[in-house]
């Protein structure tokens, strides 16, 4: 069992920063990736970033150039810089961790509440 623990969302202005982080914690495992999804009111949960151990990072276009994932494998934290948000980036974030083994098992955050607001 993983548990994950996020912080770092808040209320912020259009072209403000945010950093969110994801920690997890648990008995003896290991992380094959960490990312973030978000879910807006009314639509669906949807892939923000992931890192995948070994690869490069992926990222929604809607964030390319904005946002930037990253690991800190000592720690077993993700975090997602969030710069020159925009309205459309409010949403609950959540963070997803999936571990290493077959099949494999995944573990979500509680989410955290992002707001881009004048």
């Known amino acids: 069992q993983v548990h994950l623990v996020e912080s770092g969302g808040g209320l912020v202005q259009p072209g403000g920063s945010l950093r969110l982080s994801c920690a997890a914690s648990?008995?003896?495992?290991?992380?094959?990736?960490m990312g973030w999804y978000r879910q807006a009111p009314g639509k669906s949960r949807q892939l923000v970033a992931d890192?995948?151990?070994?690869?490069?990072?992926n990222y929604a276009d809607s964030v390319k150039g904005r946002f930037t994932i990253s690991r800190d494998n000592t720690k077993n934290t993700v975090y997602l810089q969030m710069n020159s948000l925009k309205l459309e980036d409010t949403a609950v974030y959540y963070c997803?961790?999936?571990?290493?083994?077959?099949?494999?098992?995944?573990?979500w955050g509680q989410g955290t509440q992002v707001t881009v607001s004048s």
């Open positions: 997803y961790v999936v571990l290493e083994g077959w099949p494999r098992q995944g573990y």
């Open positions: 648990g008995n003896r495992f290991s992380i094959y990736s």
């Open positions: 890192a995948i151990s070994g690869r490069l990072a």
